[in-house]
C-alpha cells in the first residue's frame, strides 16, 4: 500500500492550499485517513483525521479554517486549507488505517501507512 501526497507548496498568509493524498495497492479497506503536520524542531501531531462513517476531528489550532473530506471511491483524502498562518508553516504526512493481506501470514491485517510528506511554507 502507498500513500501519494500532494499540493504543497509557498503561500501567504491568509491564503489556501489544498492538500491531496491518495492510496494505492492490496486495499481491502480503510477505516479512517488523516494529515498530520510536523515542524522544525516539534513533534509531529495530528492536524485532522476522517473515518469511514464521517466523523472528523481537527486539532484546535485549525478548526474553522481546515476541512478534511475524503473520496471513498477513489480512497483520496484531500485537506483544504484556508486563512493559512505562518504557524502552520510545516511537512504534512498523510495517513491511512487500512485493511490489507499480509502475504507473509496468509491473513488480512490493518496497519497504519504514511505518505511521504509535502511541505507547505506560509510566508510573505
Known amino acids: 500500500v502507498q500513500l501519494q501526497a500532494s499540493g504543497g507548496g509557498l503561500v501567504q498568509p491568509g491564503g489556501s492550499l489544498r492538500l491531496s493524498c491518495a492510496a494505492s495497492?492490496?486495499?481491502?479497506?480503510?477505516?479512517?485517513m488523516g494529515w498530520y503536520r510536523q515542524a522544525p524542531g516539534k513533534q509531529r501531531e495530528l492536524v485532522a483525521r476522517l473515518t469511514t462513517g464521517g466523523s472528523t476531528n481537527y486539532a484546535d489550532s485549525v478548526t474553522g479554517r481546515f476541512t478534511i473530506s475524503r473520496d471513498n471511491a477513489k480512497n483520496t483524502v484531500y485537506l483544504q486549507m484556508n486563512s493559512l498562518k505562518p504557524e502552520d508553516t510545516a511537512v504534512y504526512y498523510c495517513?491511512?488505517?487500512?485493511?490489507?493481506?499480509?502475504?507473509?501470514?496468509?491473513?488480512?491485517?490493518?496497519?497504519?501507512?504514511w505518505g511521504q510528506g509535502t511541505k507547505v511554507t506560509v510566508s510573505s
Open positions: 495517513n491511512a488505517y487500512v485493511l490489507t493481506l499480509n502475504q507473509d501470514m496468509g491473513v488480512s491485517m490493518w496497519y497504519d501507512f
Open positions: 495497492g492490496n486495499i481491502l479497506g480503510i477505516n479512517s
